[in-house]
């Protein structure tokens, strides 16, 4: 295994689940973008979109953490377990906890 390769796997998974967290900031700037005056409910809609979207990243790193990684071999308790905390944190977040 070649050095650039090992880089290449290191950097891949800090990436991980990047999408996400881009798609959460990508709300939040359509929240400033948005007039709320015109449409209030279109704003606090991606407003919630953002939080929901970003607690689903921070959830997955808090499970990563806790569990270690779920590949597509792990077993199904591992599987339900990430779920569980993902789901967790997600409610947490938006209940304000």
């Avoid at 050095?3 to 700037?29: E, P, T």
């Avoid at 279109?42 to 919630?48: D, P």
Wanted: proline fraction near 1%; charge should be positive; charged fraction near 15%.
């Amino acid at each position: 295994m070649s050095r650039f390769s090992i880089k290449s796997n290191a950097l891949q998974d800090r990436m991980r689940m990047a999408i996400w967290l881009l798609a959460g900031l990508a709300f939040y700037v359509a929240v400033f973008l948005i007039d709320g005056a015109r449409f209030p409910t279109v704003q606090v809609t991606c407003q919630k979109l953002g939080h929901v979207t970003t607690f689903a990243w921070v959830g997955y790193w808090i499970s990563r953490q806790a569990i270690g990684r779920v590949v597509h071999c792990s077993g199904t308790e591992d599987r339900l377990a990430r779920a569980i905390v993902i789901g967790c944190v997600i409610i947490a977040g938006l209940t304000g906890l």
